[in-house]
């Protein structure tokens, strides 16, 4: 593909007026939902209350803040927890009503001994720094229509670097998933700059779910809402770009994760579809319809030659984020963190933001596997219920892994409660979910696998952050991988209500 392809795909979306942006699936919901508002006048006393207020004492800038564990850090753990999520929901009279709207921060959780130090700092994209001068959100977002919107001619324009990190080289990345990465100094945690690898790479989007080789090379993907392609990204382990291309492809309106095999590059898509029917002036997901009744199509594409080797169609998942993938013999096998639906899960998060309560996401973890020689696709359904946010051990990423671990939402989740409160383990051999419940009044955030240097797979440490629900505090934890029953090993109490985020990852010193 040239650089006049590469611009005309870009171009392609933008000319539809989207946001293009998105951390999570979608569908239509009632479109008053999506009107930005004013923030509630006053705290809710419902269970989600902690997501209406979490967002609106966010300042610019964390200084770096040190706090003690109260137990000693393994040394495997040194190292830094890099983290991002929507942290700005207000300006002005305008208050987003969807939790992936918000502009990003990053955070990072230096781990050192028997300490951590906390800092965070608000990402400065161009869209950020433009509503900062206009004193007043520019752009719809991904969930919310804002009154006196402008339109946008890239979708860099409105890229708000909200939802994962990815260290590249001497680099940190900031991602969204329909536009630029946003380079991120590593130290000050001060924005640099869109990310740009060539000329003819330039504003292709780059999701938030790469995923990295064992050798350290990243593959990543970007849709091409409205255009029915996808961009495929390979970069060397220095951070160099060594492949782009795009291929066509089904239902690529919205595409939020993909994984990798040992030959292949995994996708599943939804037959979640832009439609042209919708009113220009709503939210990116209000535009987006969920076809009843149509299959999901999982694809594989080969590594080698970037070309699609096998084709299937399933029954319909929804789904935000997918486990890990690998081929044994003739068969695929991919992990996928099943919803009860899009357009439920998108009312739920709406409600969570607004104070007010949530219905369960009804979650589950399925196993799709592909035959190779037939393209015969089965499902099965497993025991780890009610979980989202997988992570498994990243030294297999792409090979057969025995466990997966997850946040899950636990019977103590106060009724309308949305979110997780617990952290799972699941072991493919026995059959068994272990795991720990953090109790009502704590919120979980995504939580990262740690190997431990010459352990086994899934040995090593589960390591993450929690909210209080009623306190102006964040518990960052760190638990037995393979004895989450037993609880924390170690816990640093950081006296800060930090906004719920999305992904991060670790970096070992
Ligand atoms: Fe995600």
């Known amino acids: 593909m040239n650089r006049r392809d590469f611009h ?11 946001p293009l942006t998105g951390a999570i699936g979608s569908a239509l919901v009632p479109s008053a939902a999506s009107a930005a508002t004013a923030p509630p006048a006053t705290a809710t006393s419902s269970a989600n209350a902690l ?31 890099w983290r991002n999520g929507p942290a700005r929901m207000r300006r002005g009279d305008t208050r987003y009503t969807h939790w992936f709207d918000g502009d990003g921060m990053v955070h990072s ?47 860099d324009e409105a890229n708000v670097g909200n939802i994962s990190v990815l260290p590249l080289g001497r680099e940190l990345l900031a991602l969204w998933e329909a536009g630029s990465p946003w380079r991120v100094d590593p130290d000050s945690l001060d924005t640099l ?53 795009v291929i066509d492809a089904p239902n690529t309106d919205m595409v939020h994760d993909f994984a990798i095999t040992d030959r292949h590059l995994v996708f599943l898509l939804m037959p979640l579809r832009l439609d042209p029917q919708a009113p220009r002036n709503a939210a ?32 319909a998942h929804a789904f935000f984020h997918l486990g890990n993938a690998w ?59 009610d979980a989202e946010f997988p992570v498994w051990d990243a030294r297999r990423t792409g090979q057969p892994t025995r466990h997966l671990m997850a946040l899950a939402a636990a019977e103590s989740l106060p009724a309308g409660g949305f979110g997780f409160n617990a952290v799972r383990r699941f072991d493919r051999v026995s059959g068994q979910v272990s795991g720990f419940d953090l109790g009502a009044g704590m919120l ?24 209080d629900r009623q306190a102006e505090r964040t518990v960052l934890s760190v638990y037995r991988a393979q004895a989450l029953g037993d609880g924390p090993v170690s816990q640093a109490v950081i006296p800060r209500r930090l906004p719920p985020g999305l992904h991060g990852r670790f970096q070992a010193v």
């Open 51 to 81: 997501w209406a207020q979490a967002y609106d004492a966010v300042p610019e800038v964390w200084t770096p803040l040190r706090v003690a564990f109260d137990r000693p850090l393994p040394e495997a753990l040194s190292g830094t927890i």
């Open 444 to 467: 979980a955030d995504e939580h990262l696998f740690v190997p431990q240097p010459g352990g086994g797979e899934g040995e090593g440490w589960l390591i993450g952050t929690a909210h």
């Open 8 to 18: 005309r795909l870009s171009a392609r979306g933008a000319a539809l007026g989207l």
């Open 284 to 315: 990116f997901i209000d535009r987006l319809r969920w076809r009843d009744g149509e299959p999901s199509v999982m694809l594989l594409v080969d590594k080698d030659t970037l070309t699609v080797s096998h084709r299937a169609e399933l029954p």
């Open 327 to 385: 081929r044994e013999a003739d068969t695929v096998t991919l992990q996928v963190m099943s919803l009860g639906g899009m357009a439920s899960t998108m009312t739920a998060i709406r409600a969570a933001m607004a104070g007010q309560p949530a219905e369960g996401l009804g979650s589950a973890m399925l196993e799709v596997r592909m035959g190779l020689n037939d393209r015969r696709v089965r499902v099965e359904r497993t025991p780890m219920r």
């Open 193 to 245: 700059g869109r990310k740009v690898w060539s000329p003819a790479s330039d504003g292709l989007p780059f999701s938030a779910h790469p995923r990295i080789e064992t050798d350290g090379s990243v593959w990543s993907f970007g849709y091409l809402t409205g255009s029915s392609r996808l961009a495929l990204w390979r970069l060397r382990p220095d951070g160099s770009l060594a492949t782009l291309r």
């Open 109 to 155: 959780f230096r781990l050192r001994g028997d300490a951590v130090v906390h800092a965070g700092k608000m990402i400065r994209t161009d869209k950020y720094r433009a509503d900062e001068a206009a004193g007043r959100f520019l752009r719809d977002g991904f969930g919310t229509a804002v009154p006196g919107s402008q339109p946008f001619a890239r979708p």
